[in-house]
């Protein structure tokens, strides 16, 4: 799903074919707050507005806009993933919750980069003397064909 964000709230963003207009929803409130618009750049001052209005609304109620989140969920996993991560966190000395807290806490932290491309890519991060063969690179780490390549 496609997303865009304003005074840290996020709006879904799609489209109708059928109705030729780009249209959202404020996501994580209280609320159904919808919007649309024609162009991508009416969408985003539409959604803003809706932002504007559902707080301004919300404060006149004395209503709180965010939708609470109880702090537990479901995770569902394969046995292998879950066996592994019982192994990381009794050899931590700490429970699956806590290790599965931790992991999601780094992730999130570590989430300062957004990506809006969809295309197969691979990142790599190291320290190194030579200069990297990115060709063998890519035929032993990724499922993209090397550069001249067909599929």
Do not use: W
């Not at 394969?78 to 992730?107: C, G």
């Not at 989430?111 to 035929?139: C, K, R, T």
């Amino acid at each position: 799903m496609k997303t865009m964000g304003y005074k840290g709230y996020l709006g879904s963003v799609e489209c109708s074919f059928e109705d030729n207009c780009l249209f959202g929803q404020l996501l994580h409130v209280n609320d159904l707050v919808n919007f649309e618009a024609d162009t991508p750049a009416a969408l985003q001052e539409a959604f803003e507005q809706a932002v504007d209005d559902y707080l301004e609304t919300c404060k006149e109620l004395g209503k709180e806009p965010d939708k609470a989140f109880k702090g537990s969920f479901n995770v569902r996993v394969t046995p292998e993933l879950h066996k592994a991560a019982v192994v990381i966190a009794t050899q931590q000395e700490i429970s699956l919750n806590e290790f599965v807290a931790q992991t999601l806490r780094e992730k999130i932290d570590g989430h300062n980069e957004i990506h809006h491309h969809h295309e197969p890519h691979f990142h790599i991060e190291a320290s190194v003397n030579e200069p990297l063969d990115f060709a063998e690179m890519g035929s032993r780490y990724s499922t993209m064909p090397a550069e001249g390549q067909n599929e």
